[in-house]
C-alpha cells in the first residue's frame, strides 16, 4: 500500500476500521494510482475527528473516518467501508440521492440544515436530524468523479428544541383554562395531539368511583395496552410507571401527596425511550398535574364558597311571602354567590298589612351582601314596631352611620294596606316604583330623599291610592341601568316595557318579561324585584 495512504490512516481508532480502510483501498484500486483531489480528501477524512465522509466512483463507494462512524450506527458500520453509498443509505436514498446527483451532475455544493431523515441504524425506523454539506471531488482531469461529505448530526438539538416548544405550549395553553376540568383536558388533548414526541395520551380523573377517563388521543388510534388497574396504582401511589413505550404517571402538582388523575403517554416509535425521552413525558404529565391540581382545588373552593353563599342567602334572604298577591325575584351579579349587595322583605305586619323594602348596598359580593343582611335586618324589626315609612328610613340613617359599608345604600320602604287601598312609601334615593293600572303607568316618585347617612333627619313619604287588579312593581337600580346611559332613558324603557303588557298577566309572567326584555345580555348588576297585585275589596 502507498505509503502516505498508510499514514493517512494509521491514526484511526478503531481497528476494524482501519481493516476497512484496507479493503476500500483495495475496491478503489492502488491508492498511488489516485487522483490528487481524492488523495488530499483521504488525508483530510482521516486527519480530522470531524465526521468526515467522502464517495468516488461510477458507484459512489464510501469512505469515511471514526468521527463519521455514530452516524452509520453499528448494524451500518458492518461492510460499509468502500460499500456503495445507495446500499448503504438505501432507506434515506430518495431523500439524499438527488443531492448527490446534484453535485456529480453541476459541480456546486449543497447545504442542508437540520434536515430530517428516518434511518434504519438501530434496529428500527429511527428519526434523525443532520446539518450537512456535500461538495465535488474532481480527477486529475477536472471531471467530478465524487462528492465530499462534511457532516454533523444535530438530533438532540433538534429534538430538544421541538420538545422545549411543546411544554412551553402546553404550558401557555393550560394557563389560559380557568376552573373547567373538560375544557383542561380538551386543551391538553389539542396540544399533545400536535407533538410529533407523544403518539397516544389517555387523561383520567380520580373520582370516589375511580378512575374516569376524561380525554383520549387518537380516538381511533392503537390503545398501548396499559391494565386499568397499572393506571390506578399510579394514581393511588403518585408515583410514576414505564410499561414499554409507555410512560404513566400521576397528575398532581408538586406539593400534592394525593394525585386528582393519571396520564398515559406513549412514545413514539421513532425515538428511543432513552433518559432524555422520559423525563420529557414526566414534564408533561407535571405540567398538566399542576393545572388539574389547581382546577379540583379552585372547584372545591367555588363549591365551599357557594355552600357560604347559600347559607348566607338562606340566613338573610327572606322566604316567599305567605300571599299568593306577591312575587319576588333576586339575581346577583357575581355568579359565584346566591347573594349580593341587593335586596328586599315583604313582612306580614297584620291582618291586610304589609310592610316592604328594597335595597341596594354599594358594591358587590360577600362584603356587600353581609351589610345587606344588617340592614335588612334592622328594616324589618322597625316595620314589626309599626314604625312608618319615613321614619323606618331616618332610623335606618342612623344605623347605617355605624355600619361604614351601609352609608349611602339606597332604600325604598313602603307600607301596604289592603283594606284602606292604599301603599304608603319612602325612598332614599332610590329608583321609584311603578303602580300599573288598565296598561297605564303611575311613578311612585314622590317622599323621596338622600340615600343613606346623606339626607337630613326627617324623611319624607307619600301615600299612592291603590284599586283592586293595580300592579306595584319595585326594583333596584340593576334592571334598569346600562353603561353609557341615563338612568333616565331606563326608566323610560322600564314604562315602555310595563305598558305593552296585557293586562291579564300574572305577576311571575311581569318578572319574566321584565328580566328578558330589560336584560337581554343577563345580570351586569345584582337585581331585586318585587311585585305585587292588589286584590281589592270583595
Not at 458507484?59 to 452516524?71: A, H, Q, S
Not at 323594602?357 to 358587590?364: P, S
Not at 340613617?397 to 307600607?415: G, K, L
Request: hydrophobic share 40%.
Amino acid at each position: 500500500m502507498e505509503d502516505w495512504f498508510a499514514a493517512a490512516t494509521h491514526g484511526t481508532e478503531s481497528g476494524e476500521l482501519a481493516r476497512g480502510v484496507d479493503w476500500a483501498a483495495t475496491s478503489l484500486g492502488d491508492p498511488s494510482t489516485w487522483p490528487r483531489t481524492l488523495q488530499v480528501a483521504v488525508q483530510m477524512c482521516f486527519a480530522t475527528r470531524f465526521p468526515v465522509m467522502l464517495v468516488w466512483g461510477p458507484e459512489l463507494r464510501m469512505i469515511y473516518n471514526d468521527g463519521y462512524r455514530p452516524m452509520l450506527g453499528s448494524e451500518k458500520h458492518h461492510g460499509a467501508m468502500g460499500a456503495p453509498a445507495r446500499e448503504v443509505w438505501h432507506e434515506i436514498w430518495d431523500d439524499v440521492g438527488p443531492l448527490f446527483d446534484d453535485v456529480l451532475r453541476t459541480g456546486e455544493p449543497t447545504w442542508a440544515v437540520d434536515q430530517t431523515l428516518f434511518m434504519e441504524r438501530s434496529g428500527y425506523r429511527e428519526e434523525t436530524a443532520f446539518t450537512f454539506s456535500y461538495s465535488a471531488l474532481r480527477d486529475d482531469e477536472g471531471a467530478v468523479r465524487g462528492v465530499l461529505d462534511i457532516a454533523t448530526e444535530t438530533t438532540d438539538q433538534v429534538v430538544d428544541s421541538r420538545r422545549l416548544h411543546t411544554l412551553g405550549r402546553l404550558s401557555t395553553t393550560l394557563h389560559a383554562q380557568q376552573g373547567d376540568i373538560l375544557d383542561l383536558a380538551r386543551a391538553t388533548i389539542d396540544v399533545l395531539s400536535d407533538s410529533v414526541d407523544v403518539a397516544r395520551t389517555d387523561l383520567y380523573l380520580s373520582t370516589p368511583e375511580g378512575l374516569l377517563l376524561l380525554a383520549s388521543a387518537p380516538t381511533g388510534g392503537t390503545n398501548p395496552g396499559v391494565p386499568d388497574a397499572a393506571v390506578a396504582a399510579v394514581a393511588e401511589r403518585n408515583a410514576y410507571a414505564v410499561v414499554g413505550p409507555v410512560v404513566v404517571a400521576p397528575l398532581a402538582g408538586t406539593r400534592d401527596t394525593v394525585s386528582a388523575g393519571a396520564i398515559v403517554l406513549e412514545a413514539t416509535a421513532t425515538r428511543p425511550l432513552d433518559d432524555a425521552y422520559r423525563s420529557f413525558l414526566l414534564l408533561l404529565a407535571s405540567t398538566v398535574g399542576t393545572a388539574l391540581s389547581s382546577t379540583v382545588a379552585h372547584l372545591r373552593e367555588v363549591d365551599d364558597l357557594q355552600e357560604v353563599s347559600d347559607a348566607l342567602q338562606r340566613a338573610i334572604l327572606p322566604a316567599s311571602a305567605t300571599s299568593p298577591d306577591w312575587h319576588t325575584r333576586y339575581q346577583p351579579a357575581d355568579d359565584s354567590l346566591s347573594v349580593g349587595g341587593d335586596w328586599y322583605d315583604v313582612v306580614e305586619l297584620g291582618p291586610g298589612r304589609w310592610g316592604l323594602i328594597v335595597g341596594d348596598c354599594v358594591g358587590h359580593g360577600l362584603e356587600a351582601a353581609a351589610c345587606m343582611g344588617q340592614l335588612r335586618s334592622a328594616g324589618r324589626a322597625l316595620l314589626l314596631e309599626n314604625h312608618r315609612p319615613a321614619e323606618t328610613l331616618a332610623a335606618l340613617d342612623r344605623f347605617a352611620r355605624t355600619v361604614p359599608e351601609a352609608r349611602y345604600a339606597t332604600v325604598s320602604c313602603s307600607v301596604v294596606d289592603t283594606a284602606a287601598g292604599t301603599i304608603t312609601y319612602s325612598s332614599a334615593g332610590h329608583p321609584p316604583g311603578v303602580v300599573v293600572r288598565d296598561g297605564a303607568v303611575t311613578w311612585l316618585d314622590g317622599g323621596r330623599g338622600m340615600p343613606l347617612t346623606l339626607g337630613p333627619p326627617d324623611r319624607a313619604e307619600d301615600v299612592q291610592g291603590l284599586e283592586r287588579g293595580d300592579t306595584v312593581i319595585l326594583y333596584t337600580d340593576g334592571l334598569v341601568e346600562r353603561p353609557g346611559e341615563s338612568i333616565r332613558a331606563g326608566l323610560a324603557r322600564l314604562g315602555s316595557t310595563v305598558e305593552a303588557m296585557p293586562d291579564e298577566c300574572a305577576p311571575t309572567e311581569i318578572a319574566d318579561t321584565l328580566l328578558r326584555g330589560l336584560l337581554p345580555g343577563g345580570v351586569r348588576d345584582d337585581v331585586a324585584l318585587v311585585i305585587y297585585r292588589h286584590p281589592g275589596q270583595e
